[in-house]
């Protein structure tokens, strides 16, 4: 009653929103001349862009009917990605077995889950089980020849789940190994030292494409008459061998970053090398490092599109394909967006999780 009196009235709630979006704009968009006219420009920009984007994509654009002949208008023709989408992420996998892939990818989701999630007990098993026991169970869903399961050669798998499998393989093979080869590089054995260092140096200063031409066409003549490796499981050799060094230059960094005193007081409490560097420096390292690891794991998925240059084809090397189909000549430009923007919501769901595991760990300090 006192504030109606003194004539002092409480903001409306219609009346704070806009005042709340004033500030944020001032604070965050025109707090300089420069933040302005950079603000300005954008807008200009996005202006420009966005309109006619809008209309192809979106307004124009067609996505019902099964041919090109849908197809009439000046849109895109979303229609091309429709029918081909099946292709686009189980590659040429029999049609009638695709259930083996999703039931492959959910057992990934319900081994990753338990491992991703905060304050889960007992979570190295979990790691185990991942890392070990749903990479048998995979192999055998998706090769074949047990239980009763058809028999599907690598030759015809592809799309997506190509990607996928080559990120996971590469990843789990290649950050043990770049965690051995760290901590080599950092031993005062000189032999053990100087072998870590000439691998990690070796193998980046190769290109990727080079060591997967290597890998088709090099290593086969070395091997005994009548004796044949797959050629996916070459090509994912080479990944694990080549992404291993960029893992151990990355975990290096990480150990650096750990203090000294910390290994002095374990050592004085008696712990023998390997509980010091198992329980006491290596999870703090691991702490340090996600920012690398997730930067090295977006790359290593995006690097995979290499895969089709020795004949196994992603999910680019299957739109490459598809675009080669006389029935639908002349839509790359739908074909290579829909792949951009697969590949780009993979790879942001996989920052936006490093960066929640680094606010996360970032609490826990």
């Known amino acids: 009653m006192s504030d109606l009196v003194a004539g002092r009235h409480e903001p409306t709630q219609g ?7 004033i500030d944020w704009a001032r604070r965050n ?55 081909r989408l099946p292709l686009f992420f189980y590659g040429n996998y029999p049609s009638d ?8 990818f959910a057992l990934l989701v319900a081994f990753c889950i338990p491992v991703l999630r905060d304050g889960v007990r007992h979570r190295w098993l979990w790691v185990l089980l991942l890392l070990v026991v749903f990479p048998v169970l995979a192999a055998g869903l998706l090769w074949g020849g047990v239980f009763g399961l058809t028999y599907v050669d690598t030759s015809l798998w592809g799309g997506l789940m190509l990607d996928v499998i080559a990120s996971f393989i590469t990843v789990a093979g290649s950050l043990p190994l770049g965690i051995l080869l760290a901590f080599g590089r950092r031993s005062q054995l000189p032999v053990v030292r100087s072998l870590s260092i000439g691998y990690i140096e070796l193998w980046r200063g190769v ?28 090509a994912l050799a080479a990944l694990v061998l080549f ?20 290994e002095e007081a374990a050592h004085s409490l008696g712990l023998r090398w390997w509980q010091v560097q198992a329980f006491i420096v290596l999870p703090q390292a691991l702490r340090i490092i996600v920012p690398g690891i997730i930067n090295t794991v977006v790359d290593l998925f995006k690097d995979t599109t290499l895969l089709t240059i020795i004949g196994l084809f992603d999910l680019l090397g299957m739109v490459e394909q598809a675009l080669k189909d006389p029935a639908w000549l002349g839509f790359a430009t739908e074909g290579y967006v829909f792949s951009a923007m697969v590949f780009f919501v993979c790879c942001y769901a996989m920052s936006a999780y490093g960066r929640n595991m680094e606010r996360r760990l970032a609490k826990g300090q």
């Open 29 to 83: 968009l025109f707090s300089s001349v420069f933040n302005s006219l950079l603000t300005i420009t954008v807008l200009v920009l996005a202006g420009l862009i966005l309109p006619p984007l809008f209309r192809w994509a979106v307004s124009h654009a067609t996505i019902s009917g099964t041919s090109r002949a849908a197809c009439t208008g000046d849109g895109a023709c979303w229609t091309f990605i429709r029918v």
């Open 243 to 262: 992404n291993a060094a960029y893992m151990a230059e990355v975990v290096r960094g990480g150990l650096q970053g750990v203090q000294p005193g910390q």
């Open 15 to 21: 009346g704070v929103f806009p005042q709340r979006a």
């Open 97 to 104: 077995q695709h259930w083996r892939i999703d039931l492959a």
């Open 207 to 234: 290109p990727l494409l080079t060591v997967l031409f290597m890998s088709a066409v090099v290593v086969p003549l070395f091997l005994p008459n009548g004796v044949t490796i797959d050629r996916l499981l070459r």
